[in-house]
């Protein structure tokens, strides 16, 4: 298979945040990886803002450091570090003050795509954003892009949209969400729009249930401060496990394009139903062997937060009416792994038999890792004696589909701002899309605030609390496995 990448257009990129964690560990490293792949071209500009004191060379010093740590193999099949290392600046920059404004405008070159990264907290957005148009920076065609959280209701997140807005068009912010860069997120729109054989079994006559797991075996490490005021609905189910859900059970869209992919987004987290109190397992983590409980990491030896979610949900429209959606994501459990799985009904009458047991299609689309597409098919179990069923996986794991030559997957993030200088908006959340997604999320976390609901505790790497298990039982159904 030979590579195709495209170069992007020359651009200037001011990540503000520049010596932040998001900066070193992912923007980064992601660039150079561009940088290496051919897709991003030598005369582009990358200028770090930040309020640490460093000048260009301290700078390329720091990122240099960071690619070593982040991606450290890199840089030695790739010879570029240098040129890439040149392309970058630093300026020291007060969000709040006026240092390093007029500085910062002077660096910017006229007649290139002009990008601000905001990895900074959003107490900050308004700041930029208001220095960024004082003085004469933001034309109408520059972007911005902006990180999760994206506040922390629905308020907090109007409020910030409309921050924005008193400086940017719509079509001028970029809310990132991570796992609308996997690869496997995209391919799951390639499968279900560009294959016939999916569409017409795609709702409740055929399919039974559909589960969504994002399970980590991290905890919540040094980010526990943050984590303890979000939990893992705030962190994990509001904007990744939605996005997945949407792209799972959206209306095909008129075209590939920005609005009408989010159109039909935004109709789908319009038609979730409300949760049921008892349709909800919230845990926390216990400490194991080696490591301490979630309450030890957060440093809160009363903190009521969840490290483990799990939901079911109705999307309410036509197509999914009485096709129930299982969410689960947890800290610390049994395996990494992240897993959509579209469970098909049993067929409506077995020739075979009772002894050949009942089987089901189970299209399983695994984000990470080993990402690829399984679809369970039942067969015959080879051999004489009878007619025994069994179920047998159709694989098409990319990495084999594809074969060696096949560029490397590039990480979420760097696909992601390789949109950014495309101007395409596709894989980004609009403001009504995170509004909407928020206005489905704040009775939840409100009913049980209300309740005084206390998460149940579970192993450190076991697949999270009993009830979690309880939530299909009841319903006559299971979990998949979480397995590496
Ligand atoms: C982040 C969350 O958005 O996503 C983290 O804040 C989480 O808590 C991470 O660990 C998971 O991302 P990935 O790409 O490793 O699945």
Not at 47 to 54: H, I, M, N, Q, Y
Not at 211 to 228: K, L, N
Not at 370 to 396: A, H, Q, S, W, Y
Request: contains cysteine; negative net charge; hydrophobic residues 40%.
């Amino acid at each position: 298979m030979v590579s195709r990448v495209i170069p992007v257009e020359s651009f200037d990129l001011v990540i503000f945040g520049g010596t932040g964690d998001l900066a070193r560990r992912k923007i980064l490293p992601g660039l150079f990886r561009r940088f290496c792949a051919g897709q991003m071209p030598e005369d582009a500009r990358i200028l770090g803002a930040a309020r640490a004191e460093l000048d260009d060379e301290g700078y390329r010093e720091f990122v240099r450091d960071a690619i070593v740590e982040f991606d450290g193999e890199r840089p030695k099949t790739c010879p570029k570090l240098a040129e890439f290392l040149a392309t970058l600046g630093y300026v020291t920059t007060d969000a709040r003050g006026e240092a390093g404004w007029p500085d910062l405008a002077a660096r910017l070159r006229e007649g290139r795509v002009r990008a601000f990264y905001f990895s900074v907290g959003p107490g900050l957005f308004g700041d930029i954003a208001e220095r960024l148009h004082r003085h004469g920076m933001a034309p109408r065609d520059s972007r911005i892009v902006v990180e999760k959280p994206f506040g922390r209701d629905l308020e907090t997140a109007r409020q910030l949209n409309a921050t924005l807005a008193e400086h940017f068009k719509e079509d001028q912010i970029y809310r990132i969400d991570h796992y609308l860069g996997k690869e496997t997120v995209q391919n799951l729109m390639a499968v279900r729009f560009g294959n016939m054989l999916f569409e017409p079994l795609w709702n409740s006559q055929y399919v039974d249930h559909i589960q969504i797991t994002v399970a980590e075996t991290v905890g919540v490490g040094g980010r526990g401060g943050y984590y303890d005021k979000s939990g893992a609905m705030r962190d994990m189910v509001q904007n990744h496990l939605m996005q997945l859900l949407c792209l799972i059970a959206m209306e095909p869209p008129a075209k590939f394009d920005p609005d009408a992919v989010r159109d039909e987004k935004l109709k789908v987290i319009r038609a979730l139903e409300p949760v049921e109190p008892h349709h909800i397992v919230r845990g926390q983590y216990d400490a194991s062997e080696e490591e301490g409980s979630y309450r030890d990491h957060a440093e809160n030896p009363t903190s009521k937060t969840e490290s483990f979610m799990a939901l079911k949900t109705h999307v309410s429209n036509w197509r999914w009416a009485g096709t129930p959606i299982y969410l689960r994501t947890g800290k610390r459990m049994k395996a990494r792994t992240s897993e959509i799985a579209v469970v098909f009904k049993d067929t409506p009458h077995s020739i075979f038999g009772p002894e050949a047991g009942q089987h089901r299609n189970v299209l399983s689309i695994r984000l990470q890792p080993n990402e690829g597409i399984t679809l369970g098919v039942t067969i015959k179990e080879p051999g004489p004696g009878g007619m025994r069923l069994v179920d047998v996986p159709l694989d098409m794991t990319f990495a084999d589909a594809l074969g060696p030559e096949a560029e490397e997957v590039p990480d979420a993030y760097e696909r992601l701002i390789m949109d950014v200088i495309r101007g395409n908006q596709t894989l980004f959340m609009r403001g009504d899309e995170v509004e909407a997604a928020w206005a489905w999320t704040d009775p939840i976390i409100q009913g049980w605030e209300a309740r005084g609901d206390v998460p149940k505790l579970y192993d450190s790497g076991s697949s999270g609390p009993e009830d979690a298990l309880m939530l299909m039982h009841r319903d006559g159904r299971k979990w998949r496995e979480i397995k590496a």
